[in-house]
């Protein structure tokens, strides 16, 4: 089973949903740790994603991949709109023409090799690298299980990244503005982790 360029569309409206529902959470969170505007660029850069939706729906899912990864790397500022655009340019090569679930892994496993390209993130670090390493893992793993589909893989991936973006509650922050801060970023939940947990899980659902 595959999705079509008007399924992944309709998933990235769903997620931008999700990223209005939680942006004051989003903005708490970055306050926390960093200067404050993670929902707020996050929330910007998913409308101007629905906007360009909503003139035109590319016609492959990965030409929509692309098309969201242009848009947030030039509407969003801070490290959210290189690192998130990054990760759909990349996912976007790697799916192509058509989505099933081998490309449903090869998208995400690209996805998180073009962030760690461009922000020089491993796992421990603090960042939304901690949310898709285990993703990526949990997805592949789930591919690799008989008449898994595309819901399948989405749901194990959203699942770990959940658990990956509450494990950074306990790490010091090695990247990115909240490394000034030492010792006291512990405590604290990342919030790229918990934005790339709250996508995953928003395209998780819209598989389903």
């Known amino acids: 089973m595959s999705c079509t360029a008007s399924g992944v569309a309709d998933a990235l409206r769903a997620a931008a949903a999700v990223v209005a529902e939680h942006r004051v959470e989003l903005i708490e969170l970055d306050r926390a740790i960093g200067d404050g505007d993670h929902g707020e660029n996050m929330n910007r850069g998913f409308t101007a ?7 035109a729906v590319p016609e492959t899912p990965g030409a929509v991949l692309k098309l969201a ?4 790397i030039s509407k969003v500022g801070g490290a959210a709109g290189p690192l998130y655009g990054t990760a759909f340019l990349r996912a976007s090569t ?3 023409s058509e989505l099933d679930t081998a490309a449903v892994v090869a998208g995400l496993r690209a996805a998180l090799e073009g962030v760690q390209a461009r922000g020089k993130a491993v796992e421990g670090d603090k960042t939304m690298v901690d ?6 893992a949990a997805a592949e793993q789930a ?17 770990a990244a959940a658990k990956g973006a509450e494990s950074t509650v306990d790490l010091v922050a090695r990247k990115g503005r909240a490394s000034y801060l030492g010792e006291r970023s512990a405590g604290h939940l990342d919030p790229g982790a918990r934005s790339t947990a709250l996508l995953l899980g928003s395209f998780a659902r819209a598989a389903r």
């Open 131 to 136: 949310a898709l390493i285990p993703a990526v």
């Open 69 to 72: 990864a242009t848009t947030l």
């Open 49 to 55: 994603i629905v906007s360009a939706l909503d003139t």
């Open 143 to 159: 591919a690799g299980t008989e008449g898994a589909d595309i819901a399948a893989v989405l749901s194990a991936a959203a699942d």
């Open 94 to 96: 790697a799916v192509g």
